[in-house]
Each structure stands twice: as C-alpha cells, then as structure tokens.
C-alpha cells in the first residue's frame, strides 16, 4: 500500500512538472517576438533561440547607428527571402542588451555573427553586408558545397572576397575536380584549424 502511495505521488509530481515545462515553453515563445521575420533577441531568449535554429544569423547593433540601420535594412530584405529556410536571422541592440554583449564577447561595431547547432562559443564572423543580396550570397555559400559551377559568365563573381580561385574542367567527374574541390575545402577550413 505504500508504495503504491509513494507511486501515484511521483506520477503526480511529474505531470505536474511537465505541464509547468510547458507552460514555461509557450511563455517563452512568446517572449521572442519577432519584427519583419527577425527574431528580436535578449538574454532571457538568446539561448532558446540556439536551441531552436540550427544556422542563426545575429546582427548586433546600436539603434543609432547609421550603419546598423542600413544593414537592419538588408537583414529586413533577406528575412523575408529566408522564409522557410533553415536560417534564421536575429538583432541584439547592445545599449539594451550589455551583459548579453560582453557575455558573447561581440566588440566592435557593427557585428555580424552565424551560430550553428546551438554552439554559442564558435561563431562565424560575418562580413558587413552591402545589401539583402550579399547576406543571402553569403549565407548561400555556408551552406552550399565547397565549390561552385560556373557556366560561362565569369562577370557575375563577388569582388569583396579576398580571393577567388577558378578552375576549369572539361569533365566534371574527372578525378582533378574532386582534388580542387578538397583543396579549395581544405583553405577554407585552415583559419579553424
């Protein structure tokens, strides 16, 4: 009989600890408003929002800031381009959110990072975006393979990267396209290693 009393006491107090979980995860959804498909991120959501979005984008701001107001506009226009996506973008205004700032080590301004699977210590400097289309280029090739095709018009390559290497083929499945596309993999991964 005890414990058969003891049982149905436990069962109780889990069920009453799941439905407090619960409550506590719609509160917090509901504490990370979002803005034109951009997260609004505080200390309170920052590492729920990690949890939720494998490939995070976060811009760091001050309100004030002519630069920071033009690249929430790019953000704006690459949010709604990202809709669906497996990135998210997010703001953190650093005159509001300092402990947050200096927790996450995010100097100098203005500051763009990319967290990936929940890892708030290793993150991916982004470079100042010019536009919406800059970001989604960027992101684009964080996500893509570690070369691209190009067909025929070399015009169109992004002149702000440091380095562009091009190779050519006259067979995609020659053994030298996968020897490129390792050495080209390799010099990207090298600054991490």
Known sequence: MRTLLLLGVTALCLCVFVAADKQADRQADESS????????????????????????LVHFYAPLSAEGHRITEAFEGAAAELQGSDFKLAVIDVTKEKDLVKELNATGLPSIRLYLSGDKDNPVDCPAPQSSASILTWLGRRAGSAADLIISDLSQLDASEELTVVGFFQDLNSEYVGVFTLQRLTSLMSPLL
């Open 33 to 56: 408003p979002e803005k034109d498909g951009i997260l609004q991120l505080k200390k309170g959501n920052f590492r729920r929002a990690l949890r939720k979005h494998k490939q995070l």
